[in-house]
């Protein structure tokens, strides 16, 4: 009857939370291993510490990309203004 009916319907809400939250976890985990690959196959060069690495000689000049409007003011401020995750600023 109506119990039998009632305990069926409240097992399956049981089993599909129980399933979401399987695929919930599944999906962090698969995804905190797919960035630490992609982190971890990544070869680009993002400080001049990355090039000395792979050449083995000291970078002893480099070129910061500033859009041509920032061209007219050229003070620090204004390249941390549009760099601020520079090496150059880094203070760690």
Do not use: M, R, W
Request: aromatic letters at 8%.
């Amino acid at each position: 009857g109506t119990i039998g009916g009632l305990q069926g319907f409240i097992l399956s809400i049981v089993t599909v939370a129980i399933v979401l939250a399987i695929g919930l976890i599944g999906s962090l985990i698969l995804g905190l291993a797919l960035a630490v690959t992609l982190g971890f196959l990544d070869n680009t060069v993002h400080k001049p510490e990355d090039i000395e690495n792979v050449i083995g000689v000291p970078v002893t000049g480099y070129v910061i990309d500033v859009k041509e409007d920032n061209l007219t003011n050229k003070d620090i401020y204004t390249v941390f203004k549009t760099h601020p995750n520079s090496f150059l600023f880094d203070v760690a």
